[in-house]
């Protein structure tokens, strides 16, 4: 038997006992119909998608490919490996083998009797080097830039995909409640961390968390105790911790834990693709006080943005009452860092990637919909001293809001 055979015949049934399951073609099928009406306000012949989570989310499959999606015929999948593979995995009917992105054309031309006259890129992800081949593949066609539409239609979340946020949650819950046993005082903040992610993988967590950028990677699991809490770096965030090298300058450190200073752990599950973000506190023996009220100012400010976070709601009004809130309980200068590095964000979206639609920011002044996605973050930074914070992942309902990520919020004293 050969490989493909095997695949063809075994591989499907040893993926579904060990828990691999596969996106639903009425779900792909929902996902398109509303990507064409997109494209045909845009006057967009075609998309042909090239960053991995877009092509998973209209294709089901993360196999090496290109995802043409014409705005009449059906989607053509174009694999370069391992087509046996995308098969199983993709609900799509049009699937074929590509040995080079210089087929690319011919396929298309193939499967629909012509080349798309405008034709849609993700020009906000797409490397200059291959949007210089693509022209080069299509002298005739006028590209435009699909990214927000894209974006704009993944912010919106079916009931499958909170189903598989929510199931996120309730791991990083399990995960939480374990760190109780795990934290000792001297280990290290990447030893703990480690001990968590492996209990997270254990549960199912993927161990990666995917991001919509260039030069940016996202730690799954953030240690910060102590000093290193009010530690900026590089990522746009309160508190960036030491992180182990100025190759990764993020998250957690080689610097061992002491009895008293505020530990906050900040992490992101991923199951079956899709995240849940989340940051709870961990003190070895009672924090001192100012910790505790900076922490206990951080609900009240969390629980102020659930009150106001509902369908219709601006964006940008909700963070800047969380500004004036925040300023009212004296915690000006602390406020998501310190002063001049503060972040200009209390909630991101997310889903595939960490940093989808819509944000709770300045700048982003438009209304919440119901299925939206945030990440509700309010922490507060001294230099030199510490960090604390909360963080959960909340959906929007047509009545309000629901809490996706389960964990207490109580400190976790040990």
């Known amino acids: 038997m050969d490989y493909t055979q095997w695949v063809e015949t075994e591989f499907e049934g040893l993926s579904r006992s060990h828990g691999l399951s596969c996106t639903p073609g009425a779900e792909i099928e929902a996902r398109l119909s509303r990507l064409r009406s997109g494209m045909a306000e845009m006057g967009m012949d075609g ?3 090239y960053e991995k989570m877009d092509r998973f989310y209209f294709s089901g499959t993360t196999q090496d490919t290109l995802l043409f999606v014409p705005l009449e015929e059906k989607p053509l999948l174009m694999v370069r490996r391992e087509e046996a593979r995308a098969r199983l995995e993709s609900p799509l009917e049009n699937i074929v083998g590509m040995r080079s992105i ?3 054309p011919s396929l298309i031309k193939e499967h629909q009797g012509r080349l798309p006259g405008t034709l849609g890129l993700e020009l906000d992800v797409l490397p200059a080097r291959d949007y210089l081949w693509f022209k080069d593949l299509f ?4 590209f435009v830039d699909a990214s927000q539409l894209i974006r704009t239609l993944r912010m919106i979340k079916s009931s499958y995909e909170i189903d598989l946020i929510k199931q996120a949650g309730v791991i990083g819950e399990m995960v939480y409640e374990k760190g109780r046993a795990i934290l000792q005082e001297g280990m290290t903040e990447i030893a703990f961390a480690g001990l968590l992610e492996a209990a997270a993988k254990a549960l199912g967590h993927e161990g990666l968390l995917r991001v919509r950028s260039i030069n940016y990677e996202a730690y799954t699991w953030h240690v910060l105790s102590g000093v290193t809490g009010g530690i900026v770096s590089q990522s746009d965030s309160p508190m960036g911790g030491l992180g182990l090298s100025p190759a990764f300058p ?5 610097k061992p834990m002491k009895a008293r200073e505020p530990i906050l752990v900040d992490f992101g599950t991923c199951y079956q693709g899709y995240q849940a ?6 003190s070895i023996g009672e924090m001192p006080n100012k910790f ?10 969390h629980d102020r943005v659930l009150d106001e976070a509902k369908p219709g709601a601006d964006c940008e009004e909700i963070y800047i009452k969380t500004v004036r809130l925040a300023e009212k309980l004296g915690y000006k200068e602390s406020y998501l860092g310190p002063p001049g590095l503060q972040t200009r964000f ?11 639609m819509p944000f709770l920011a300045e700048g982003h002044s438009y209304p919440l919909e119901e299925g939206m996605i945030i990440a509700v973050e309010p922490k507060m930074v001294f230099p030199g001293e510490g960090s604390v914070g909360i963080e959960n992942t909340v959906v929007l309902t047509q009545g309000g809001n629901a809490v996706l990520t389960p964990a207490s919020q109580e400190i976790y004293e040990v």
Do not use: Q, W
């Not at 505790?292 to 400010?301: F, K, L, N, P, Q």
């Open 277 to 282: 973000d989340e940051t709870r506190m961990y």
């Open 292 to 301: 505790m009220d900076a922490y206990r100012a951080c609900r009240e400010i």
């Open 250 to 254: 993020v998250g957690a450190s080689l």
């Open 139 to 142: 002298p005739k066609c006028v």
């Open 346 to 356: 209390i909630g991101h979206g997310l889903g595939l990637a960490l940093n989808e």
């Open 47 to 49: 998309i042909l998608f």
């Open 102 to 104: 210089k087929d690319v």
